[in-house]
């Protein structure tokens, strides 16, 4: 009994050690999931932030490729001629092949405005030579700064990014073009750029009208999100535990939001990957703990069968060598 005391007295101390070891290794733990948070954290604001300069250089490549555009137009001399003579038929004769030309890079509408916003030429045929275009801003911004003007015009008919350039001959302001990129076109040079679900909504108001997305998907704004973009502001947040979205406005020529662009990124990957990495620490900190403890009860077990080895060599000693001095022995019965 005594040996089992001293063995267990021995055993106490081992587990002592095991303790604080595991405490300080529950810490290392409980340190890397939480390194591993951050770096998740920081790495999906990196990422939306990536996210958003790509969309907007994406919109901004798209602006430059209509001023190209526009630019064969401003410097192809028998249009200006055509154009400053108010020549529609020979106008028409000359760009009609080219719009059609251009309607397979996501060409919309082109249309020649003189410098008193009447219109000269237009693909539209709702719009005739000599109607007075000056009621659109965007006209009439382009008019008054004589510059290159690319943003969105959302109407009752349509939705479009629209570039103006100005027409000069002979250094004098005769007018404007006009082109309108389609939001289709735009929203699949969108998804050649960065994967993931992409979709274009129209706003009015607190209305929004899908123009076109790429996969199944409605809009998941609520009234407070729809007040941040009509302030001009991007939303980013999480839909569920997989999904991120990412909303960005896109404005008119005086700055109001009249669409948007919803972006759906899947984190699931990702996701599963920290998931695994906890299932990894969990198992290694479960094998090291079982690991200690049978070591533990190891030497709990060596302690006891030395104790317990000591106690029967006693016994035995005890039997073997332990003489009662008071009892008589067997050669002095004789001797009587």
Not at 138 to 144: A, G, L, T
Not at 320 to 330: E, G, L, M, T
Request: proline share 2%.
């Amino acid at each position: 009994m005594q040996a089992k005391e001293k063995g267990r007295s021995n055993w106490q101390p081992v587990w002592s050690v095991l303790l604080v070891s595991l405490l300080i290794m529950g810490f290392m733990i409980w340190n890397v999931i939480f390194v591993q948070n951050r770096i998740l954290h920081r790495t999906e604001k990196i990422y939306l932030q990536e996210q958003t300069e790509n969309i907007s250089a994406r919109i901004a490549e798209v602006n430059q490729e209509t001023e190209k555009m526009a630019l064969q137009l401003a410097g192809n001399d028998r249009v200006i001629e055509a154009f400053r003579q108010g020549d529609d038929t020979q106008l028409d004769k000359m760009l009609t092949p080219v719009f059609k030309q251009w309607q397979r890079y996501g060409i919309a509408q082109l249309s020649l405005i003189s410098a008193d916003g009447k219109a000269v030429w237009s693909s539209e045929e709702s719009i005739k030579p000599g109607d007075d275009m000056s009621y659109q801003r965007i006209v009439n911004q382009s008019r008054r700064q004589k510059e290159t003007v690319s943003v969105l015009e959302s109407s009752e008919n349509n939705t479009l990014l629209v570039t103006t350039r100005p027409l000069f001959n002979n250094d004098k302001y005769i007018g404007l073009c006009k082109i309108g990129i389609s939001m289709p076109y735009l929203g699949s040079q969108l998804q050649k750029s960065s994967p993931g679900k992409y979709a274009i909504f129209s706003l009015n108001g607190i209305d929004s009208t899908l123009l076109w997305q790429n996969q199944k998907m409605q809009s998941s704004l609520n009234t407070a999100d729809i007040k941040k973009l009509q302030d001009g502001d991007m939303i980013s947040r999480s839909l569920d535990r997989n999904t991120k979205m990412l909303v960005i406005p896109l404005q008119d020529v005086d700055g109001i939001t009249v669409a948007y662009i919803q972006n759906q990124l899947s984190w699931r990957e990702l996701y599963q990957a920290g998931i695994m990495n906890y299932l990894m620490l969990l198992l290694m900190f479960g094998f090291i703990l079982l690991a200690n403890y049978a070591c533990g009860r190891g030497e709990s077990g060596c302690d006891d069968d030395f104790g317990d080895g000591f106690a029967k060599m006693a016994k035995i000693n005890n039997v073997a060598f332990n003489i009662d001095a008071d009892k008589p022995q067997k050669g002095n019965k004789q001797e009587e």
